[in-house]
């Protein structure tokens, strides 16, 4: 039989059986047409923001739970999980509390919309009120949901949990923020301009000239500070990366990563990737892989209908995809050591030495942070064509200005 104590019993103590989709959604049906009010006398809200806490603890972030609600319960999920996010964030006071990252994440999911944030306690019937679901669909939503939350598997904590943040403090933005954000600014409008034009050979100019951008923001931030480890900002970011080809996403930013010296660790059964390096690299890195995802995949329906196809075989577009980020890693790297080498012979000093410490600096960071990660290569076949066809691509997607192309 089927009430409260049976439900709470699930909720609980046999939340793994619910991230079946197909165990979830039988045991919603049944629930539904047994007439269970959703959350009635507030269980589930409860239920669940309990199970956000127990992940906080175990490394996740945001930004990290709605990527796995997206990829494991549905689109249909996030909505739900925007308001819990929302309701936490006002019982534990995040805005004044929570890290900056922490805060720029909720910000970004839309959690800190007051105008439309819940009740305490009542997430999940203000969210089926404004949804309008099925009864069904929305019983299947929220138990998938808490399973998926109570079985968050433990990853490396890079900021900290609700259950260690200190009292509320004002937020001071210090002047070196505001160079990083106007080179940034700089770099994003290049990109922007590379993905709307028409013209391939405009494209690559562009592309081009953001790289070069981020090389001598970097020479120049380690020149400011002298390379020294103390003076050396390395931070961490996760990136959320999501099917299909996950994994040959994942080759893509690693060649981007490490042309620019930060470091990758993917966590492959999450779709989600770790990058540490300076804070100022990793801004940048992350909006060259963006505009690079969007070139590539451009690129990709290109190489479609040069061949006359409608859509290509799974296996090609994997292939397409790895050719294109391993050429893309050549020419990445090859253009920052000729930028920088550039810079040394305009200034007359050596650079090496300042860049290696900086260098140092976030491989100890990383070392630190995943002390039992070792690297490793896919050893898995390939698409030939699909492969090279990538690469040629890779190739019109050049990186190099257009004053030194790269051969």
Do not use: C
């Amino acid at each position: 039989m089927i009430d409260d104590v049976w439900l709470a019993d699930l909720l609980q103590h046999r939340a793994p059986v619910l991230t079946d989709a197909g165990a979830a959604a039988e045991v919603a049906a049944t629930l539904s047409a047994q007439g269970f009010a959703l959350d009635g006398g507030g269980l589930l809200s409860r239920t669940l923001q309990d199970a956000l806490d127990g992940t906080w603890e175990r490394g996740w972030q945001p930004a990290d739970v709605a990527h796995a609600a997206r990829r494991q319960v549905g689109a249909g999920s996030v909505p739900l999980l925007v308001a819990l996010l929302a309701e936490h964030a006002r019982r534990t006071d995040a805005v004044s509390r929570a890290p900056e990252g922490w805060v720029a994440q909720l910000r970004e999911l839309g959690a800190l919309d007051t105008d439309h944030a819940p009740a305490p306690g009542t997430a999940v019937t203000s969210w089926h009120r404004a949804e309008r679901r099925a009864p069904a669909e929305a019983w299947r939503i929220v138990l998938q949901l808490t399973g998926m939350l109570r079985t968050t598997a433990r990853i490396e904590v890079l900021v900290p949990p609700p259950s260690r943040w200190g009292p509320a403090r004002t937020r001071a933005e210090g002047p070196v923020a505001a160079d990083d954000d106007r080179a940034l600014r700089r770099i994003r409008g290049l990109l922007a301009k590379a993905e709307a034009t028409g013209f391939p050979e405009e494209a690559e100019a562009l592309t081009a000239k953001a790289q070069e951008l981020m090389t001598r923001h970097a020479v120049d931030a380690a020149l400011l500070d002298g390379g020294a480890p103390a003076g050396v900002d390395v931070d961490t970011r996760r990136v959320h990366l999501a099917d299909p080809y996950a994994r040959a996403k994942t080759q893509l930013l690693g060649a981007v990563a490490e042309a620019n010296d930060v470091r990758l660790v993917w966590y492959q059964g999450l779709g989600i990737a770790t990058l540490v390096g300076i804070r100022s690299d990793l801004d940048a890195v992350e909006l060259l892989f963006t505009s690079l995802l969007l070139q590539v995949a451009q690129a990709l329906a290109a190489a479609e209908r040069q061949e006359g196809r409608r859509s290509a075989s799974r296996s090609f577009r994997r292939a397409f995809l790895l050719g294109y980020a391993h050429r893309i890693g050549e020419r990445l790297a090859a253009a920052r050591r000729r930028v920088t080498e550039e810079a040394a012979a305009e200034r007359g000093a050596d650079l090496l030495p300042v860049l290696r410490s900086r260098q140092e600096a976030v491989e100890a960071r990383t070392q630190e942070l995943f002390p039992r990660v070792r690297s490793s290569r896919s050893r898995s076949s390939v698409d030939a064509g699909g492969w090279y066809a990538g690469r040629a691509a890779a190739e019109r997607a050049d990186v190099a200005p257009r004053r030194s192309p790269l051969r």
